[in-house]
Nanobody
Framework: QVQLVESGGGLVQAGGSLRLSCVASGRTFSNYAMGWFRQAPGKERRFVAAINGNGGLTYYADFVQGRFTISRDNSKNAVYLQMNSLKPEDTAVYYC?????????????????WGQGTQVTVSS
């Protein structure tokens, strides 16, 4: 089992920044690709960003290209999402996910582990 705990959400004005963190426990962290997803009220959960086990490969949804950056620190069992130039449409619950398969994260298919989510609200 892998436990994932997100933090760093909150209320920010449009144009501002937030940094989300997700700390994992339970298994060898570097064996897992990690991802961030988000779910706005009344909408399906969407892929945001992914990073492979050693941090050398990243992948982003088109709507966050150039604004969000995913990174990881395997010595701290942590993955981060730096969010800049936030927009009101970025408002959502953000979830951290882990899977041994990077493709599963990218495609949001049969992902093994999920965190409980952290709320991000961007005011206009």
């Amino acid at each position: 089992q892998v436990q994932l705990v997100e933090s760093g959400g909150g209320l920010v004005q449009a144009g501002g920044s937030l940094r989300l963190s997700c700390v994992a426990s339970g298994r060898t962290f570097s064996n897992y690709a990690m991802g961030w997803f988000r779910q706005a009220p009344g909408k399906e959960r969407r892929f945001v960003a992914a990073i492979n086990g050693n941090g050398g490969l990243t992948y982003y949804a088109d709507f966050v290209q150039g604004r969000f950056t995913i990174s990881r620190d395997n010595s701290k069992n942590a993955v981060y999402l730096q969010m800049n130039s936030l927009k009101p449409e970025d408002t959502a619950v953000y979830y951290c996910a882990a899977d041994t398969n990077f493709s599963s994260i990218k495609k949001n298919t049969r992902i093994d582990y999920w965190g409980q989510g952290t709320q991000v609200t961007v005011s206009s």
